[in-house]
């Protein structure tokens, strides 16, 4: 009778916390499903078709989206962008979360601060600063301008997290590499930057996620249609006082693909990075 | 993870190799003209048309689109910054801000180019549309008085009916009287219909409908004087504006949830046929084409209360452009906009974008229900145009208070009591401020 009783707790136990988790994931999954169901229905029936399920599925607003003239360009500038950004706020990041956490300097502590304190401000607010200063280098409409401005927007919070990691690392390994020979940024290569995937996984997907949505920093920067991200695309797909929601979904389906692709190749290294933050926390 | 790595290496080595090829830097033609615009659905009708401008005149003109409008602001304000504005531009702002753009000297004065060949131009334009780009003789902001932009449509906010929800309701035409307003929604009623949807859960337009009825019953003169403090909002004639409310619920002339509306919910309502009136800006056209091609509806001025007087609406310019005063290529972006204001580009802009033209010519050029829209323009006023503006918390009150009657909460007694001790308090708050600022 006892060990019904234990069953009993364990299983509605369970069945509490399945419950809640599947209630969030369900909020979390509804949207997605919703932006896909209305991608597959036309401008008449988006707000008549309360159906679950589309009545009848059309597929002309993904047509629509990929003959677009310049989606193509668009997807294409933002692959440049998410792929430079995330690659430099790697190396950067890394590079300089290590000597923070490693390196004695004069003004360490001071210099770690200024970086912390960066996150505070938010993106908008440094908006005509940004531009200026872009303006003085000469690097306005250009690619490498605004790969410049992402990357260090995504910096701060990315050597906190992995300075972080840094400081938890057990330092054995690095001195048995050090015996072998190898110098800081042979340590750097060889020990903290294998050891730190799971935190590296967690950035790459933060900011990946960060430059592949961003467009506001990118209006102001470029001026060269050439040049704009995917979500300036998106962004025409809405008039001023009208929208074209169906097409915007499926265009919205379809910028939202290689991230969740991302998320999906990457999970089970972020799941780790942020139990790993949790335990050394 | 190997794999993956690897992948993402090639990956990051192509974007950068591309993004170290393709550098673009900013190309500055003084034989060009640069305009920069915020509207999505103007975009390419204006790339058409820059198209058959260089055709005719070979200047060429490169229109680029940045939106959402608070995007387009952001770059504004930054470009403004670094002297680096385009040739044409837009200041979506208020009128302050306007002026702290020309007395910063960003925006040409177009005074002397507007009366050239007899004011032409002018004439050609809506004056509605050209006072919202006109700083007055005596204007606060202590800019020169001129006009300092073009306006490229207009807009107003009118009531707007379904003819077959209408005939649905053997209702023969559309009402002209405020009480025949009320006899319709009675018999739509009847029929299973609701009457007016309007998006009242944004205060501006419960405002534009509360004071176009103040301006009917008690003329502008006396709202203006209100807002001076010499007139309270228990004066019978405010009372009756807010009994029109009282008077709209009581007689279920209203559709259930009005006052939580947003207008993107009441326009679904009236395109799907969800209810026979609406109180909606003229870009309905642009939206009910998208919701319901087949819709089939006209649109009247507001029904009066008061026949003696003249309905007025709010209404003026749509979207302005101003040019750069610092441009090389300023009498060229001028040339193009008085070309872009022309009689059949306005026509052309029109049909495309279903928006209403700024220029009065182009009215028999475009379908009826625009010009419908437009043939009022007349009687169009905006309180960026008036001497005096209510102050922001009282008008807030004021708005919600004419919720609070909708919904039953208050009576419009009770209403005009509570706006009026919220003057009160304000205007004693302001009349502090003042001395401090004198002492």
């Not at chain 1, 690095?174 to 950035?203: M, N, Q, S, T, Y």
């Amino acid at each position: 009778m006892a060990i019904n009783k234990y069953r009993a707790m364990k299983v509605s136990k369970g069945f509490s916390i399945h419950l809640l988790l599947g209630l969030v994931a369900f909020t979390c999954i509804f949207p997605l499903f919703w932006m896909l169901r209305c991608s597959f229905m036309t401008l008449e029936t988006v707000f008549t078709d309360k159906s679950i399920i589309p009545t009848a599925f059309h597929f002309g607003n993904f047509i629509k989206v990929l003959t677009e003239e310049k989606f193509g360009i668009y997807f294409m500038n933002s692959v440049i962008y998410t792929a430079s950004v995330v690659s430099a706020i790697v190396i950067i990041a890394s590079l300089a979360a290590y000597s923070f956490s490693r390196l004695r300097f004069p003004g360490k502590n001071f210099f770690f601060y200024m970086f912390v304190a960066a996150m505070m401000i938010p993106l908008p607010g440094s908006f005509v600063p940004l531009y200026v200063l872009i303006n003085k280098l000469n690097l306005v409409n250009t690619r490498i301008g605004y790969i410049l401005c992402m990357t260090n927007v995504g910096l701060s919070m990315s050597i906190l997290l992995l300075k972080t990691f840094f400081d938890k690392m057990n330092t054995d390994l690095e001195d048995a590499a050090r015996i072998d020979g190898c110098g800081k940024l042979g340590i750097w290569w060889h020990v903290a930057l294998p050891l730190a995937r799971p935190a590296i996984a967690v950035i790459v997907i933060f900011n990946a996620l960060n430059v592949w949505n961003e467009f506001i920093l990118a209006q102001l920067l470029l001026t060269d249609t050439r040049l704009m991200p995917l979500q300036k695309a998106l962004m025409e797909f809405q008039g001023a006082h009208s929208v074209d929601y169906p097409v915007l979904m499926a265009g919205l389906t379809l910028a939202a693909m290689p991230i969740i692709l991302l998320y999906l190749a990457m999970q089970k290294h972020i799941v780790k990075g942020f139990s790993y933050g949790a335990t050394a926390g | 993870m190997k794999k993956i790595a690897s992948i993402l290496s090639f990956l990051c080595l192509i974007a950068l190799c591309f993004v170290f090829v393709s550098c673009s830097q900013q190309e500055k033609d003084p034989d060009r003209v640069v305009l920069w615009h915020w509207m999505n659905d103007r975009h390419e009708a204006l790339e058409t048309l820059a198209a058959r401008y260089q055709k005719e005149t070979g200047v060429k003109v490169k229109i680029d689109l940045f939106s959402p409008p608070h995007a387009y602001t952001q770059r504004i304000t930054a470009t403004a910054q670094t002297r680096d504005l385009p040739d044409i531009f837009g200041i979506l702002d208020k009128k302050e801000i306007f002026a702290a753009y020309i007395k910063n000297g960003f925006v040409a004065d177009l005074t002397e180019e507007y009366k050239k060949d007899n004011a032409a131009w002018e004439k050609s334009l809506f004056t509605k549309a050209l006072d919202v780009n006109r700083f007055a003789e005596d204007n606060i902001y202590g800019v020169k008085p001129g006009v300092y932009g073009v306006p490229l449509d207009v807009t107003n906010i009118q009531i707007i009916y379904n003819k077959r929800l209408l005939k649905k309701a053997g209702i023969s035409r559309p009402p002209e009287t405020f009480d025949e307003f009320l006899e319709a929604t009675k018999a739509l009623n009847r029929v299973g219909v609701a009457g007016l949807v309007s998006g009242w859960g944004e205060m501006w337009l419960i405002e534009s409908f509360a004071l176009n009825y103040a301006f009917n019953i008690m003329g502008e003169e006396k709202v203006m004087a209100t807002f001076r403090g010499q007139v309270p909002y228990t004066d019978p004639d405010w009372i009756k504006v807010f009994e029109i409310f009282d008077t709209l619920s009581e007689q279920g002339a209203l559709v259930d949830g009005i006052v939580i509306k947003q207008n993107k919910i009441a326009e679904q309502d009236f395109a799907l046929e969800r209810a026979a009136f609406a109180f909606n800006g003229s870009w309905c056209v642009n939206v009910y084409h998208g919701m319901n091609a087949d819709l089939e509806y006209g649109v009247i001025l507001p029904p009066p209360v008061n026949p003696d007087r003249p309905m007025k609406i709010w209404g003026g310019s749509g979207s302005s452009l101003v040019v750069n005063k610092a441009s090389p290529s300023k009498d060229k972006a001028i040339a193009f906009l008085r070309w872009l204001t022309a009689k059949d580009q306005q026509a052309y802009l029109s049909q495309e974008t279903k928006n209403l033209p700024a220029n009065k010519d182009a009215l028999s050029e475009i379908p009826q229900i625009l010009s419908d829209f437009a043939g009022v323009m007349d009687h169009t006023t905006h309180p960026t145009l008036w001497k005096y503006n209510e102050l922001a918390k009282v008008a807030s009150e004021f708005n919600k208070a004419i919720q609070s009657i909708i919904v039953g909460d208050l009576t419009p007694q009770e209403a005009a009591a509570k706006v009026q001790s919220i003057k009160m308090a304000e205007m004693e708050k302001e009349k502090r401020r003042q001395q401090r600022r004198e002492r």
